[in-house]
Protein backbone atom coordinates (compact mmCIF):
# COMPACT_ATOMS: atom_id res chain seq x y z
CA UNK A 1 0.00 0.00 0.00
CA UNK A 2 1.13 3.76 -0.69
CA UNK A 3 -0.02 4.86 2.40
CA UNK A 4 -0.55 3.95 6.19
CA UNK A 5 -3.88 4.90 6.01
CA UNK A 6 -5.26 1.03 6.09
CA UNK A 7 -3.45 0.67 9.77
CA UNK A 8 -5.61 3.22 10.78
CA UNK A 9 -8.71 1.88 9.58
CA UNK A 10 -8.61 -1.22 10.42
CA UNK A 11 -8.91 -2.40 6.94
CA UNK A 12 -7.26 -5.14 4.97
CA UNK A 13 -6.78 -5.85 1.44
CA UNK A 14 -8.43 -9.19 -0.15
CA UNK A 15 -9.61 -9.73 -3.61
CA UNK A 16 -8.42 -6.06 -4.87
CA UNK A 17 -10.97 -4.14 -2.41
CA UNK A 18 -10.46 -2.89 1.40
CA UNK A 19 -12.20 -4.70 3.90
CA UNK A 20 -12.61 -4.06 7.61
CA UNK A 21 -10.43 -6.14 9.14
CA UNK A 22 -12.73 -7.66 11.76
CA UNK A 23 -15.48 -8.27 8.96
CA UNK A 24 -13.00 -10.48 7.05
CA UNK A 25 -14.16 -13.61 8.23
CA UNK A 26 -17.51 -12.90 7.55
CA UNK A 27 -17.03 -11.89 4.29
CA UNK A 28 -15.33 -15.23 3.64
CA UNK A 29 -17.87 -17.41 5.18
CA UNK A 30 -20.66 -15.80 3.14
CA UNK A 31 -18.66 -16.67 -0.14
CA UNK A 32 -17.83 -20.14 0.87
CA UNK A 33 -21.51 -20.99 2.89
CA UNK A 34 -24.19 -18.39 0.95
CA UNK A 35 -27.16 -20.26 -0.79
CA UNK A 36 -29.04 -17.45 -2.80
CA UNK A 37 -32.99 -17.97 -3.54
CA UNK A 38 -34.48 -16.68 -6.65
CA UNK A 39 -36.53 -14.46 -4.75
CA UNK A 40 -33.91 -12.78 -2.81
CA UNK A 41 -33.55 -8.76 -3.33
CA UNK A 42 -30.04 -7.71 -2.11
CA UNK A 43 -29.49 -3.82 -1.99
CA UNK A 44 -25.71 -2.79 -2.39
CA UNK A 45 -23.98 0.20 -2.01
CA UNK A 46 -20.43 1.88 -1.15
CA UNK A 47 -20.32 3.17 2.24
CA UNK A 48 -22.19 6.83 2.70
CA UNK A 49 -24.17 6.60 -0.42
CA UNK A 50 -27.42 6.79 0.18
CA UNK A 51 -27.66 2.93 2.36
CA UNK A 52 -29.58 3.77 4.94
CA UNK A 53 -32.45 5.61 2.93
CA UNK A 54 -32.35 2.50 0.47
CA UNK A 55 -33.03 0.49 3.00
CA UNK A 56 -35.74 2.29 4.31
CA UNK A 57 -37.41 2.82 0.87
CA UNK A 58 -37.09 -1.13 0.01
CA UNK A 59 -38.30 -2.49 3.25
CA UNK A 60 -41.17 0.18 2.58
CA UNK A 61 -41.97 -1.24 -0.83
CA UNK A 62 -41.93 -4.77 0.39
CA UNK A 63 -44.55 -4.22 3.56
CA UNK A 64 -46.75 -1.81 2.08
CA UNK A 65 -49.92 -3.45 2.30
CA UNK A 66 -48.93 -3.77 5.75
CA UNK A 67 -47.79 0.09 7.06
CA UNK A 68 -49.33 2.21 4.37
CA UNK A 69 -52.81 3.49 3.68
CA UNK A 70 -54.66 2.51 0.58
CA UNK A 71 -58.56 2.34 0.03
CA UNK A 72 -58.70 -1.33 -0.38
CA UNK A 73 -56.70 -2.27 2.21
CA UNK A 74 -57.85 -2.39 5.68
CA UNK A 75 -54.48 -3.81 7.44
CA UNK A 76 -52.56 -0.63 7.40
CA UNK A 77 -53.01 0.67 10.98
CA UNK A 78 -50.09 -1.52 11.74
CA UNK A 79 -47.69 0.68 13.40
CA UNK A 80 -44.74 1.29 11.12
CA UNK A 81 -41.66 -1.07 12.31
CA UNK A 82 -39.81 1.98 10.64
CA UNK A 83 -41.15 4.28 13.74
CA UNK A 84 -39.39 2.03 16.26
CA UNK A 85 -36.45 0.23 14.70
CA UNK A 86 -33.86 1.37 12.90
CA UNK A 87 -32.85 0.61 9.02
CA UNK A 88 -30.17 -1.13 9.82
CA UNK A 89 -32.13 -3.78 11.56
CA UNK A 90 -34.63 -4.23 9.77
CA UNK A 91 -32.70 -4.71 6.48
CA UNK A 92 -29.43 -6.22 7.68
CA UNK A 93 -25.91 -6.36 5.99
CA UNK A 94 -24.43 -10.32 5.11
CA UNK A 95 -20.84 -8.85 6.71
CA UNK A 96 -22.38 -7.45 9.60
CA UNK A 97 -25.10 -9.48 10.65
CA UNK A 98 -24.75 -13.00 9.43
CA UNK A 99 -21.88 -14.56 9.44
CA UNK A 100 -21.17 -12.54 12.69
CA UNK A 101 -18.65 -11.73 15.06
CA UNK A 102 -21.45 -9.54 17.02
CA UNK A 103 -23.35 -12.16 18.55
CA UNK A 104 -26.25 -9.53 19.88
CA UNK A 105 -27.09 -8.98 16.00
CA UNK A 106 -27.23 -12.41 14.55
CA UNK A 107 -30.11 -13.11 12.52
CA UNK A 108 -30.82 -16.35 10.34
CA UNK A 109 -30.96 -15.80 6.87
CA UNK A 110 -32.82 -19.76 6.62
CA UNK A 111 -35.52 -18.35 8.53
CA UNK A 112 -36.14 -14.60 6.63
CA UNK A 113 -39.48 -14.61 5.76
CA UNK A 114 -39.40 -14.61 1.37
CA UNK A 115 -38.49 -12.34 -0.44
CA UNK A 116 -34.92 -11.85 2.11
CA UNK A 117 -34.32 -8.54 1.97
CA UNK A 118 -30.37 -7.87 2.66
CA UNK A 119 -27.88 -5.71 2.24
CA UNK A 120 -24.08 -5.43 1.26
CA UNK A 121 -21.49 -3.00 0.93
CA UNK A 122 -19.01 -6.43 -0.44
CA UNK A 123 -17.72 -5.19 -4.51
CA UNK A 124 -19.80 -7.15 -6.98
CA UNK A 125 -16.49 -9.19 -8.08
CA UNK A 126 -16.61 -10.48 -4.55
CA UNK A 127 -20.47 -11.39 -4.42
CA UNK A 128 -20.51 -15.33 -4.22
CA UNK A 129 -20.49 -16.99 -7.69
CA UNK A 130 -24.22 -18.17 -6.40
CA UNK A 131 -25.71 -14.95 -6.57
CA UNK A 132 -23.69 -13.22 -9.58
CA UNK A 133 -23.56 -16.68 -12.01
CA UNK A 134 -26.16 -18.93 -10.46
CA UNK A 135 -29.21 -16.71 -8.73
CA UNK A 136 -32.17 -14.56 -10.37
CA UNK A 137 -31.46 -12.73 -7.26
CA UNK A 138 -32.01 -8.73 -7.87
CA UNK A 139 -29.58 -6.40 -7.10
CA UNK A 140 -30.12 -2.88 -6.18
CA UNK A 141 -27.15 -1.03 -6.78
CA UNK A 142 -27.13 2.66 -5.12
CA UNK A 143 -23.84 5.35 -5.91
CA UNK A 144 -23.32 8.60 -5.09
CA UNK A 145 -20.93 11.45 -6.43
CA UNK A 146 -17.77 10.50 -5.38
CA UNK A 147 -17.01 14.67 -3.91
CA UNK A 148 -20.21 13.98 -1.45
CA UNK A 149 -19.55 10.77 -0.58
CA UNK A 150 -15.83 12.14 0.92
CA UNK A 151 -17.10 14.49 2.62
CA UNK A 152 -20.01 12.20 3.80
CA UNK A 153 -17.29 9.51 4.61
CA UNK A 154 -15.39 12.11 6.30
CA UNK A 155 -18.19 13.16 9.18
CA UNK A 156 -18.97 9.44 9.74
CA UNK A 157 -15.23 9.01 10.73
CA UNK A 158 -15.81 11.69 13.12
CA UNK A 159 -18.65 10.34 14.57
CA UNK A 160 -17.71 6.80 14.14
CA UNK A 161 -15.41 5.29 17.38
CA UNK A 162 -15.00 2.09 16.16
CA UNK A 163 -12.15 1.96 13.24
CA UNK A 164 -11.64 4.98 12.17
CA UNK A 165 -9.76 7.95 14.24
CA UNK A 166 -11.00 11.37 15.33
CA UNK A 167 -7.61 12.53 14.12
CA UNK A 168 -8.78 13.00 10.65
CA UNK A 169 -8.51 15.96 9.03
CA UNK A 170 -10.24 16.41 5.71
CA UNK A 171 -7.08 16.75 3.66
CA UNK A 172 -6.28 12.83 5.19
CA UNK A 173 -9.17 11.73 4.48
CA UNK A 174 -9.20 13.10 0.56
CA UNK A 175 -5.53 11.52 0.25
CA UNK A 176 -6.73 7.94 1.02
CA UNK A 177 -9.97 7.87 -1.14
CA UNK A 178 -7.44 9.15 -3.33
CA UNK A 179 -5.32 6.31 -3.11
CA UNK A 180 -8.30 4.23 -2.70
CA UNK A 181 -7.02 3.05 0.82
CA UNK A 182 -10.61 3.38 2.42
CA UNK A 183 -13.20 0.97 3.82
CA UNK A 184 -14.46 -1.06 0.38
CA UNK A 185 -12.25 1.16 -1.66
CA UNK A 186 -11.07 1.57 -3.86
CA UNK A 187 -14.62 3.62 -5.02
CA UNK A 188 -14.28 3.53 -8.37
CA UNK A 189 -13.95 -0.13 -8.75
CA UNK A 190 -16.96 -0.61 -6.64
CA UNK A 191 -19.30 1.72 -8.42
CA UNK A 192 -17.69 0.28 -11.89
CA UNK A 193 -18.15 -3.70 -10.87
CA UNK A 194 -21.61 -3.03 -10.46
CA UNK A 195 -22.56 -0.63 -13.42
CA UNK A 196 -20.62 -2.95 -15.44
CA UNK A 197 -23.12 -5.59 -13.99
CA UNK A 198 -26.14 -3.55 -14.78
CA UNK A 199 -25.27 -3.27 -18.08
CA UNK A 200 -24.77 -7.37 -18.55
CA UNK A 201 -27.48 -8.28 -16.31
CA UNK A 202 -30.19 -5.58 -16.49
CA UNK A 203 -32.63 -8.05 -15.24
CA UNK A 204 -30.75 -8.72 -12.27
CA UNK A 205 -28.70 -5.66 -11.14
CA UNK A 206 -30.40 -1.77 -11.35
CA UNK A 207 -27.73 1.06 -10.83
CA UNK A 208 -29.40 4.01 -9.13
CA UNK A 209 -27.69 7.35 -8.42
CA UNK A 210 -28.42 9.21 -4.76
CA UNK A 211 -28.96 12.64 -6.83
CA UNK A 212 -31.94 11.07 -9.15
CA UNK A 213 -33.03 9.88 -6.16
CA UNK A 214 -33.23 12.88 -4.63
CA UNK A 215 -34.06 15.36 -8.32
CA UNK A 216 -37.04 12.32 -9.08
CA UNK A 217 -37.90 10.69 -5.79
CA UNK A 218 -41.45 9.47 -7.04
CA UNK A 219 -39.47 8.45 -10.66
CA UNK A 220 -37.08 6.24 -9.01
CA UNK A 221 -39.47 5.02 -6.23
CA UNK A 222 -41.48 3.70 -9.21
CA UNK A 223 -39.01 2.27 -11.58
CA UNK A 224 -37.38 0.25 -7.95
CA UNK A 225 -40.72 -1.21 -7.21
CA UNK A 226 -41.37 -2.03 -10.57
CA UNK A 227 -37.54 -3.70 -10.45
CA UNK A 228 -38.40 -6.31 -7.51
CA UNK A 229 -41.67 -6.79 -9.06
CA UNK A 230 -44.11 -5.33 -7.21
CA UNK A 231 -45.23 -2.45 -9.18
CA UNK A 232 -47.15 0.33 -7.96
CA UNK A 233 -50.99 -0.07 -8.93
CA UNK A 234 -53.07 2.31 -10.32
CA UNK A 235 -55.22 2.66 -7.39
CA UNK A 236 -52.12 2.55 -4.82
CA UNK A 237 -50.98 5.79 -7.00
CA UNK A 238 -54.03 7.70 -6.82
CA UNK A 239 -53.79 6.89 -2.89
CA UNK A 240 -50.92 8.64 -2.52
CA UNK A 241 -49.00 5.38 -1.47
CA UNK A 242 -45.50 6.30 -2.96
CA UNK A 243 -46.00 9.38 -1.35
CA UNK A 244 -46.48 8.18 1.50
CA UNK A 245 -43.38 6.35 1.12
CA UNK A 246 -41.08 8.82 0.67
CA UNK A 247 -42.26 11.19 3.48
CA UNK A 248 -42.01 8.32 5.87
CA UNK A 249 -38.36 7.07 4.45
CA UNK A 250 -37.41 11.12 4.48
CA UNK A 251 -34.14 12.44 5.76
CA UNK A 252 -35.86 15.02 8.42
CA UNK A 253 -38.45 12.60 9.32
CA UNK A 254 -36.70 9.56 10.01
CA UNK A 255 -33.45 11.49 11.86
CA UNK A 256 -35.86 12.63 14.07
CA UNK A 257 -37.85 9.98 15.61
CA UNK A 258 -36.28 8.96 19.03
CA UNK A 259 -35.22 5.31 17.56
CA UNK A 260 -32.87 6.89 15.35
CA UNK A 261 -31.58 9.80 17.33
CA UNK A 262 -30.93 7.55 20.43
CA UNK A 263 -30.75 3.86 19.19
CA UNK A 264 -27.19 2.11 18.35
CA UNK A 265 -26.63 0.16 15.50
CA UNK A 266 -24.15 -1.96 17.72
CA UNK A 267 -23.06 -1.12 20.82
CA UNK A 268 -21.65 2.03 21.00
CA UNK A 269 -22.11 2.74 17.56
CA UNK A 270 -24.84 5.48 17.47
CA UNK A 271 -27.15 5.37 14.31
CA UNK A 272 -27.54 8.98 14.61
CA UNK A 273 -24.16 9.32 12.83
CA UNK A 274 -26.27 7.95 9.61
CA UNK A 275 -28.22 11.17 9.13
CA UNK A 276 -26.65 14.43 8.52
CA UNK A 277 -27.71 16.57 6.05
CA UNK A 278 -28.67 14.79 2.54
CA UNK A 279 -27.62 16.98 0.30
CA UNK A 280 -26.00 17.25 -3.05
CA UNK A 281 -23.22 19.14 -3.59
CA UNK A 282 -22.01 19.65 0.14
CA UNK A 283 -18.39 19.17 -0.61
CA UNK A 284 -18.14 22.82 -1.57
CA UNK A 285 -18.24 23.98 2.01
CA UNK A 286 -15.34 21.09 2.58
CA UNK A 287 -13.41 20.75 -0.28
CA UNK A 288 -10.51 23.00 -1.92
CA UNK A 289 -10.60 23.75 -5.44
CA UNK A 290 -7.11 21.86 -5.52
CA UNK A 291 -8.97 18.91 -4.05
CA UNK A 292 -11.49 18.58 -6.31
CA UNK A 293 -9.33 19.00 -9.24
CA UNK A 294 -7.49 16.06 -7.87
CA UNK A 295 -10.14 13.64 -7.22
CA UNK A 296 -12.41 14.65 -10.22
CA UNK A 297 -8.78 14.04 -12.18
CA UNK A 298 -8.41 10.24 -10.75
CA UNK A 299 -12.61 9.80 -11.64
CA UNK A 300 -12.60 10.83 -15.05
CA UNK A 301 -9.08 8.63 -15.71
CA UNK A 302 -10.63 5.49 -13.93
CA UNK A 303 -14.70 5.94 -15.35
CA UNK A 304 -12.81 6.80 -18.96
CA UNK A 305 -15.63 5.23 -21.51
CA UNK A 306 -17.43 3.36 -19.14
CA UNK A 307 -20.09 4.88 -19.72
CA UNK A 308 -21.02 6.07 -16.14
CA UNK A 309 -20.06 10.13 -14.96
CA UNK A 310 -21.28 11.83 -12.25
CA UNK A 311 -22.01 15.19 -12.23
CA UNK A 312 -19.13 17.02 -10.47
P1 LIG B 1 -24.49 13.28 4.26
O1 LIG B 1 -23.36 12.93 5.17
O2 LIG B 1 -24.04 13.93 2.99
O3 LIG B 1 -25.56 14.06 4.94
P2 LIG B 1 -25.17 5.76 4.11
O4 LIG B 1 -26.58 5.54 4.55
O5 LIG B 1 -24.82 5.04 2.86
O6 LIG B 1 -24.22 5.59 5.22
O7 LIG B 1 -25.10 7.30 3.65
C1 LIG B 1 -25.25 8.35 4.59
C2 LIG B 1 -25.63 9.60 3.83
O8 LIG B 1 -27.00 9.52 3.42
C3 LIG B 1 -25.51 10.85 4.70
O9 LIG B 1 -25.19 11.91 3.80
C4 LIG B 1 -26.92 10.96 5.26
O10 LIG B 1 -27.26 12.24 5.73
C5 LIG B 1 -27.75 10.57 4.04
N1 LIG B 1 -29.07 10.06 4.40
C6 LIG B 1 -29.40 9.24 5.43
N2 LIG B 1 -30.71 9.00 5.45
C7 LIG B 1 -31.25 9.68 4.41
C8 LIG B 1 -32.58 9.84 3.92
N3 LIG B 1 -33.61 9.26 4.52
N4 LIG B 1 -32.75 10.60 2.83
C9 LIG B 1 -31.70 11.19 2.22
N5 LIG B 1 -30.44 11.10 2.63
C10 LIG B 1 -30.20 10.34 3.72
Known amino acids: PKSDGWKKQGITLYQNCWFPSNLLPNV ?11 EDIIMASFPKSGTTWLKSLLFSILNRHKYYYNNNNHNNDNENPLLTTISHHLVPAFEFQF ?13 MPSPRLVATHIPYASLPDSINKFSKSRIIYISRNPLDVIVSFWHFANGHPERLSREWTVEYFVDMFCKGDITF ?9 YWKASLARPENVLFLKYEDLKKDSVGQLKKIAKFVGLPFSQEEENDGVVEQILEMCSLSKLKNLDVNKYGEVRP ?3 NKIFFRKGQVGDWINHLTPSMVERVKNIIIEKLNDSGLSFKL
Open 268 to 270: NIH
Open 99 to 111: YSNYPENVHDLDT
Open 185 to 193: GPYWEHVLG
Open 28 to 38: IAFQKNFKPKD
